[in-house]
């Protein structure tokens, strides 16, 4: 479980839990693994989800939003293709600006970087 350490003594180690009050000791000897946070890195995977939801987000919205800007709130009564541009045009720039939006977002994401410590711990 993830807490902090505050104390290490010589047969046993103090922790607090994350979100309680409190310390908890933990036997030296009962330990079988030991990890400690050492910073935190970006997740690629977050960030080509990212770049994926964000890019058919602003394709969608913009085949929709595309064909009101360019016939300016109705195309009814234009011929069978009016609109077309604006949707082509919309899917393009919304999937550009959704999938840079998205790219962004995702890119903030962050992962913790674990470092094991080798145990036993050294004698104090």
């Given at each position: 479980?993830?807490?902090g350490v505050t104390a290490l003594g010589r047969d046993?180690?103090?922790?607090?839990p994350l979100h309680v009050t409190g310390d908890v000791a933990v036997p030296l000897a009962s330990l079988t693994r030991l990890e400690?946070?050492?910073g935190s890195h970006?997740?690629?995977l977050s960030v080509i989800a990212g770049v994926t939801f964000g890019a058919?987000?602003?394709?969608?919205l913009g085949v929709f939003v595309g064909p009101v800007i360019e016939c300016?709130?109705?195309?009814?009564g234009r011929g069978e293709f009016a609109g077309l541009g604006g949707a082509l045009g919309g899917l393009a720039l919304g999937g550009l600006?959704?999938?840079?939006?998205?790219?962004i977002l995702g890119s903030h994401s962050r992962v913790p970087n674990w470092a094991p410590v080798p145990l036993p711990l050294p004698e104090r």
């Open positions: 479980f993830a807490s046993t180690l103090a922790l607090r400690v946070k050492r970006a997740n690629a058919l987000g602003g394709a969608l300016g709130g109705s195309c009814s600006a959704g999938a840079i939006g998205g790219g």
